[in-house]
């Protein structure tokens, strides 16, 4: 059962709901076009505007600015990307270094604009514990990540291991065994950051239109149901919600993840789990968790989803009672005492996930088309840099933003992205990926397990791992190591 009356809460929390900005009418002429008013297409728009004034730009968003992952996500900045090492891996020690360095400051530059153009969005550097919670075993899996983090290139200061009683001084879990610290991840809330940037963007010039799906893109010139922009350059900034035209969705495809929050917490419970300085949290479970305090006093908590067969984004906000109650399971296992508080808010979307975990901001000068995406979950600080390295990218600037390799002044993604399989290999590969995550999780019913034991559910729909703590979800079936997968029919 879906639930409409559970919703996004930071879309709840801005001050006003804006009036639609018109749609796109005619025949008009631009200098860019970007379509989608996500964070990689208002990113991409405030470098161009802010470093060459005179462009004319248009933004074409087929639904409301941030309808996208950008007005619904956890809200981690987090100054690291997903997938580094297939940039880094074969990079000198110090080329590493510097590419770590300009991610950590990413989340600083992020808060300067903010600050610079009087955007209110919450945003607060508090750090992000990526904790040994819940499992002892959980130790080996997040010293490993603190060496991985360490050989990628970022520095002791900036990733650190703290000890359980230093880590229960940021969080205080349930079980606290220890993790890492890392220093460079801020938080802030989506919606506030993707509304206020729009707003700059429109007092520094760049024309915005809402209810405006480009439906084909062809010969430098982008088509709407009632209107088409013809324009040199055009900046696809879909990620996780790509379209078929230039075969975007054949090579970054969706990946849903679902969030909840809590009714503001009183001082008592606070005291309680701490995070006096609001760090953002996670765990190393098998499905990726990721948590903070807002700046209201709630609890905002996230776990990633599952791929829909046939590539499908999830338009819609709702998620259903029982996606709802696992996520509450999961967070009142870290901490008891949110058992029985209420959750007012429960919502999802799509995040793009590229073949091989490759971001990318990739400029196509010859067909006239840029692009940026396959963020794989981190894409909030991500997209801010990889727009700002696309505005370079498309003026022909040679700054530090364009000499990292995952940057690409002329190449086409269909060469620098590998495709996806097709399906039904494709809904399988990603099975894959998801699967070999390991360790332990909770499924769809709330019951903590392992990944030993697994099983259909009754009406055969979904793939549910078993639970060596209590019941099993239904029959097993030995062999199987996905947890509560959806199957195709
Ligand atoms: C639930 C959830 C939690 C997440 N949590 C985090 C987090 O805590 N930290 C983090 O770093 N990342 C997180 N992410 C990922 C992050 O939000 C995304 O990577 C990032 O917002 C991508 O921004 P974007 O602008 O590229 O894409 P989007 O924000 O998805 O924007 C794409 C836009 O394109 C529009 N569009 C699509 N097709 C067309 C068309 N044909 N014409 C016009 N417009 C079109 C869509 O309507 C949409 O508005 C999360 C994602 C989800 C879904």
Known sequence: MTHDSYNNFWLSSLAERLAPRPRLEGRVEADVVIVGAGFTGLWTAYYLKTLAPSLDIAVLEAERVGHGASGRNGGWVIGNLAGLERHL?????????ACCRLLADNVDALG??????????????????YAAARYRDQIAIQRDYLHHLHELGHDEDACQWLDADQL????????????IFHRHVATVNPAKLVHGLAETLERLGVTIHEHSRAIAIDHHTVTTAHGMIEAPMTVCANEGYAQRFHDFRKHV???????????????AVWQEIGMAGRPAFADASRIITYGHRSADGRLVFGARGTYRLGARPKHDQAITEAEIRMRHALLSDFFPILKEVKITHGWGGSLGLSRNFRPHAIVDRQAGIATAGGYAGEG?????????TLADLILERETEFTAKPWAYANASHRRIIKRWEPEPLRWLAALAITGSYGGRGVDEAGNAGTLDQACTDQDQRC??????VGKATTGPAPGCRFSRLPLPH
């Open 89 to 97: 891996g074969t990079l000198p020690l110090e080329a590493r270094r």
């Open 112 to 129: 300067d604009v903010l600050a610079r153009e009087g955007i209110a969005a919450d945003f607060h550097k508090g750090g992000a514990v």
């Open 168 to 179: 229960s001084e940021k969080v205080r879990f349930r079980e606290a065994y220890g993790g």
């Open 253 to 267: 495809i969706p990946v849903q993840s679902m969030v909840i929050a809590t009714e503001p917490l009183p001082d």
């Open 380 to 388: 909030v600080a991500g997209s801010h840099l990889f727009g700002r």
């Open 463 to 468: 793939l549910c791992f078993g639970d060596r």
